[in-house]
């Protein structure tokens, strides 16, 4: 998926092309830097967080999850991952912008993208934990893509306060 972005209230004329890509090793570190920014601003790091950001290949990649990387000009500036739970259900996770490209839409592209690439790899359902409070952005961007909100059940997160469900019918 290719994009070409223009920040609204920036007075540069470079067009910055945007792109949603697979993880691939080389982007391990800017995975763990725009996690890490993002949760430390308004959280702490909790033991799933540290496991997740410090080896995507093994905590979200070997069970057949996947991570999606938003390229801007090259330069990861999001992502997006996914754990397979099984029975056909996927947990969204780490669904994250640098702060320095916000505004940009970014998240709402690598949002679409991977719930259509998750959804075209059979997923029955994709589940997502956030907070109230210190996610509000983010929890109406999930409304946008479909989301809604389900029971709470049980979190590995201390901050988690919300589930969501995004169900797909069968075609």
Request: with cysteine; aromatic share 8%; proline share 3%.
């Amino acid at each position: 998926m290719n994009a070409i972005l223009n920040h609204p209230t920036s007075s540069e004329t470079t067009d910055r092309i945007l792109q949603i890509v697979e993880y691939i090793p080389a982007h391990r570190q800017r995975f763990k830097e725009i996690n890490e920014q993002w949760i430390t601003r308004a959280y702490v790091m909790e033991e799933e967080d540290i496991k997740t950001v410090s080896d995507p290949e093994h905590y979200v990649l070997k069970d057949g999850g996947r991570i999606f990387i938003a390229l801007c000009n090259d330069y990861p500036v999001g992502t997006c991952a996914y754990l397979n739970l099984g029975n056909d259900t996927y947990e969204m996770i780490k669904m994250a912008v640098d702060e320095n490209y916000r505004g940009l839409k970014i998240g709402k592209l690598i949002g679409e993208h991977s719930v259509q690439k998750i959804k075209e790899l059979g997923a029955a359902k994709i589940i997502l934990f956030s907070n109230r409070a210190g996610s509000a952005a983010a929890i109406e961007l999930y409304k946008k893509l479909g989301f809604s909100e389900a029971p709470l059940g049980s979190s590995e997160f201390q901050r988690a306060d919300i589930r969501m469900e995004l169900e797909f019918g069968q075609d």
